[in-house]
C-alpha cells in the first residue's frame, strides 16, 4: 500500500506560480511512474504531467507544455509539479498518483491516489 498527500496548492493570479508536493509513505514508490491529474465540475480527469521511476522521462499533457515541470526525489519519496505562467483555465483540483508501469509514456494502471490540492488561479 502506498499513501499519497498532496499539498502547495492555493489561489495565485494570473502569471504566478506554484510549486506542488507529493509524498508517499507506507512504501517506496521508487519504481513507479508517477502522474499528476486535474480534475474539475463537469469534466473529464486529465493528466497532466507524469515522470518515470527514475526521474529519465516526462510527460506533459499540450496544454501545458512548456509552463508545468515535473520532477521527483525518490530519496524523499517526493514528486513535484512546478507550474509556471498560470491561467485561470488551470483552476482544478490537483491529484498525485502512482502507476503500475515505471514509465512515464503509459498513461494507465494508476493505482493509488492522494486526496487532491485545488489550485486556483484568478484572472
Known amino acids: 500500500q502506498v499513501q499519497l498527500v498532496e499539498s502547495g496548492g492555493g489561489l495565485v493570479q494570473a502569471g504566478g506560480s506554484l510549486r506542488l508536493s507529493c509524498v508517499a509513505s507506507?512504501?517506496?514508490?521508487?519504481?513507479?511512474?508517477v502522474g499528476w491529474f486535474r480534475q474539475t465540475p463537469g469534466k473529464e480527469r486529465e493528466r497532466v504531467a507524469a515522470?518515470?521511476?527514475?526521474?529519465?522521462?516526462?510527460d506533459y499533457a499540450d496544454s501545458v507544455k512548456g509552463r508545468f515541470t515535473i520532477s521527483r526525489d525518490n530519496a524523499k519519496n517526493t514528486v513535484y509539479l512546478q507550474m509556471n505562467s498560470l491561467k485561470p483555465e488551470d483552476t482544478a483540483v490537483y491529484y498525485c498518483?502512482?502507476?503500475?508501469?515505471?514509465?512515464?509514456?503509459?498513461?494507465?494502471?494508476?493505482?493509488?491516489w492522494g486526496q487532491g490540492t485545488q489550485v486556483t488561479v484568478s484572472s
Open positions: 498518483a502512482t502507476s503500475a508501469s515505471a514509465y512515464a509514456g503509459v498513461n494507465s494502471g494508476y493505482n493509488y
Open positions: 507506507g512504501r517506496s514508490f521508487s519504481r513507479n511512474a
Open positions: 515522470i518515470s521511476w527514475n526521474g529519465g522521462s516526462a
